[in-house]
């Protein structure tokens, strides 16, 4: 078949910014940080006290109890962004065909806590006990699995895993089912549950996170000179995609349409980057090829930017080899320094953030900029959200062992 052009029509989303896609979009533009004291584990021992948390999560606002202890957070969370995505969409689901709908939601790290609460429970008191929920809960396709037994979706389901990149990696790969006909809608992105007490330990055993315990909601200053590493973040982004036919013909907003994708490796390190850039320059260069643009059209970037030191100078480096002088008229952003990290949902959080500057014209600011970096000397929007035209985006999600994505965002102009 023709390949279909495929557009943007539902949004949703939980962050430590807000439980709602206007609440995460309002507190972007307003520059507010996320990053909070943890408060629901001692965290005396730990190096790192804060994270950015989901501030007054019961998930029995939003499950019955009996259910809500049969699911991992991570798997509440798609469920929770889902809804409000295919809400907003306004799908007709009694009208469509649910054959023909697919589900792509991924996580980076799955059932963590689920594994480690059942590992304590192992120790104390053996086999009997472990929950017979235990393996469903774990798995990282478990969540969509739940989206597609709650809407009885039953096209394509799976969930690509590639760490910090994995939002990203399913909402390309959702495109492309839309785009080649597989399916003819697609609930898609990412989602994480990992401020716990081993998902605190482990990074803070690979001296990833920052440790500015005495100032957590500045603690995320990417491209920053005294950045220290980034702060851990939780939440779910979900998009519905479907064909920009389908949409006109049952008069959906249209966020934006997906322009195309790169997905490259590094090859290089489990953990670092590489230097040199060459995998995320060859996403980067794919995406704009698959879109059919050239350099100087992209307006806006939203950046991997972690705030560590190597990673934000790395992918510096690799946006001036990819788009030259041109890198300087860019208006790019982390909003990372607002969200935390949120690992596995962090591509599509942040496709979430830059599908809405391309539909609002506005760009969220890098927030938490004091002192400048000569390594970083491109223009990130500190400090302040930016009013401009943004035909062109993109957005970039890197993930441990090397694994990089760039999605471009186009406004759709009927």
């Known amino acids: 078949?023709?390949?279909?052009?495929?557009?943007?029509?539902?949004?949703?989303?939980?962050?430590?910014?807000?439980?709602?896609?206007?609440?995460?979009?309002?507190?972007?533009?307003?520059?507010?940080?996320?990053?909070?004291?943890?408060?629901?584990?001692?965290?005396?021992?730990?190096?790192?006290?804060?994270?950015?948390?989901?501030?007054?999560?019961?998930?029995?606002?939003?499950?019955?109890?009996?259910?809500?202890?049969?699911?991992?957070?991570?798997?509440?969370?798609?469920?929770?962004?889902?809804?409000?995505?295919?809400?907003?969409?306004?799908?007709?689901?009694?009208?469509?065909?649910?054959?023909?709908?697919?589900?792509?939601?991924?996580?980076?790290?799955?059932?963590?806590?689920?594994?480690?609460?059942?590992?304590?429970?192992?120790?104390?008191?053996?086999?009997?006990?472990?929950?017979?929920?235990?393996?469903?809960?774990?798995?990282?396709?478990?969540?969509?699995?739940?989206?597609?037994?709650?809407?009885?979706?039953?096209?394509?389901?799976?969930?690509?895993?590639?760490?910090?990149?994995?939002?990203?990696?399913?909402?390309?790969?959702?495109?492309?089912?839309?785009?080649?006909?597989?399916?003819?809608?697609?609930?898609c992105g990412g989602t994480e549950a990992p401020v716990f007490e081993m998902g605190v330990a482990g990074f803070n055993a690979l001296k990833a996170m920052s440790t500015r315990n005495d100032e957590p909601e500045t603690a995320s200053r990417p491209f920053d000179a005294t950045r220290d590493g980034f702060v851990l973040g939780e939440g779910a982004g979900i998009l519905v995609l479907e064909s920009l036919e389908s949409a006109l013909a049952r008069g959906a907003t249209i966020y934006a349409e997906i322009g195309g994708y790169g997905f490259s490796a590094d090859a290089y390190h489990i953990t670092a980057p590489d230097p040199n850039g060459n995998g995320v320059i060859l996403a980067m260069h794919s995406a704009l090829e698959a879109a059919g643009l050239q350099p100087e059209q992209i307006d806006h970037i939203n950046m991997h930017g972690t705030a560590t030191p190597l990673g934000d100078v790395a992918e510096t480096n690799s946006i001036k080899k990819v788009f030259g002088d041109h890198a300087y008229n860019i208006n790019l952003n982390s909003t990372k320094s607002m969200t935390g990290h949120m690992l596995g949902a962090a591509g599509a959080a942040e496709s979430l953030a830059t599908i809405m500057a391309v539909k609002h014209d506005k760009v969220p600011p890098t927030i938490n900029f004091t002192t400048p970096d000569p390594q970083c000397d491109l223009n990130y929007t500190f400090n302040t959200a930016v009013e401009r035209k943004v035909d062109f985006a993109i957005n970039n999600a890197f993930g441990f062992g090397g694994h990089n994505t760039s999605i471009v965002f186009k406004k759709y102009v009927g």
């Open 1 to 187: 078949m023709t390949p279909r052009r495929v557009v943007v029509t539902g949004l949703g989303s939980i962050t430590p910014l807000g439980k709602t896609v206007s609440e995460f979009w309002d507190n972007l533009i307003k520059g507010t940080s996320g990053a909070r004291p943890i408060t629901h584990f001692d965290v005396t021992d730990f190096p790192t006290k804060f994270a950015g948390q989901i501030d007054n999560y019961n998930p029995t606002d939003y499950f019955p109890a009996k259910e809500a202890r049969r699911l991992d957070k991570f798997t509440q969370y798609a469920l929770i962004a889902a809804e409000e995505a295919i809400n907003d969409s306004k799908l007709e689901l009694d009208q469509i065909d649910k054959n023909r709908v697919a589900v792509l939601v991924g996580t980076g790290i799955g059932g963590f806590e689920v594994f480690y609460r059942q590992c304590l429970e192992f120790a104390e008191r053996g086999p009997r006990g472990v929950s017979p929920f235990f393996i469903p809960m774990l798995i990282p396709d478990i969540a969509a699995g739940h989206v597609s037994i709650k809407y009885g979706f039953r096209g394509p389901n799976f969930c690509a895993v590639s760490a910090c990149a994995t939002g990203s990696h399913n909402i390309g790969l959702a495109y492309d089912a839309v785009k080649y006909g597989t399916a003819d809608y697609a609930v």
